[in-house]
T-cell receptor, first 112, second 116 residues
Framework: AQSVTQLGSHVSVSEGALVLLRCNYSSSVPPYLFWYVQYPNQGLQLLLKYTTGATLVKGINGFEAEFKKSETSFHLTKPSAHMSDAAEYFCAVSVTGNQFYFGTGTSLTVIP | NAGVMQNPRHLVRRRGQEARLRCSPMKGHSHVYWYRQLPEEGLKFMVYLQKENIIDESGMPKERFSAEFPKEGPSILRIQQVVRGDSAAYFC??????????????FGSGTRLTVV
């Protein structure tokens, strides 16, 4: 079975500061990993994904994430937070590619 | 190039009524997935359908919930005799063959169901 744990349901950072959103997964087979962003009253938008190959993946809006198999982690980072980054972020894991398991989300607040 | 279209965006039902949620996948996509997001929770998988077939319904509640994806027309998620606990955001996603892993899903904007 697969599962995702997102540590910290709420994260606050100052504008311009580093963003770090944590995600740990559990999977019995090599997983596919994703980060999605959700703005208020909208659907989820794909930020980035890891399937195979390079373990450091870059996504949209300056975000990146590193797949660390030994730590079963896929943390999301951005060097400098922008006000427009305030949103809900979801980490997801999939094995089959047809069913995704989502974490409970991390709400990011950016303080001016 | 319209994305995944869900309607209505907001739906209010009284307890005991039926709710019908519609999802039109992206053009060229033949796989549809339904997820439910309860307040303060992540998305939970409900059902995966292809045209005229239910592939995986392991996340569907055993009673009152059903889904279909007919040969023509949108996918429908139907909730009979709604209860307050059904209040949630219901998201539909679509993919074409082999792209769910490579590109992730494409999500619609959701239907927010409120049961009063």
């Amino acid at each position: 079975a697969q599962s995702v744990t997102q540590l910290g349901s709420h994260v606050s950072v100052s504008e311009g500061a580093l963003v770090l959103l944590r995600c740990n997964y559990s999977s019995s087979v090599p997983p596919y990993l994703f980060w999605y962003v959700q703005y208020p009253n909208q659907g989820l938008q794909l930020l980035l994904k890891y399937t195979t190959g390079a373990t450091l993946v870059k996504g949209i809006n300056g975000f990146e994430a590193e797949f660390k198999k030994s730590e079963t982690s896929f943390h999301l980072t951005k060097p400098s937070a922008h006000m427009s980054d305030a949103a809900e972020y979801f980490c997801a894991v999939s094995v089959t590619g047809n069913q995704f398991y989502f974490g409970t989300g991390t709400s990011l607040t950016v303080i001016p | 190039n319209a994305g995944v279209m869900q309607n209505p965006r907001h739906l209010v039902r009284r307890r005991g009524q039926e709710a019908r949620l519609r999802c039109s996948p992206m053009k060229g996509h033949s796989h549809v997935y339904w997820y439910r997001q309860l307040p303060e929770e992540g998305l939970k998988f409900m059902v995966y359908l292809q045209k005229e077939n239910i592939i995986d319904e392991s996340g569907m509640p055993k009673e009152r919930f059903s889904a279909e994806f007919p040969k023509e027309g949108p996918s429908i998620l139907r909730i009979q005799q709604v209860v307050r606990g059904d209040s949630a955001a219901y998201f539909c996603a679509s993919s074409s063959i082999g792209t769910a892993v490579n590109y992730g899903y494409t999500f619609g904007s959701g239907t927010r169901l409120t049961v009063v």
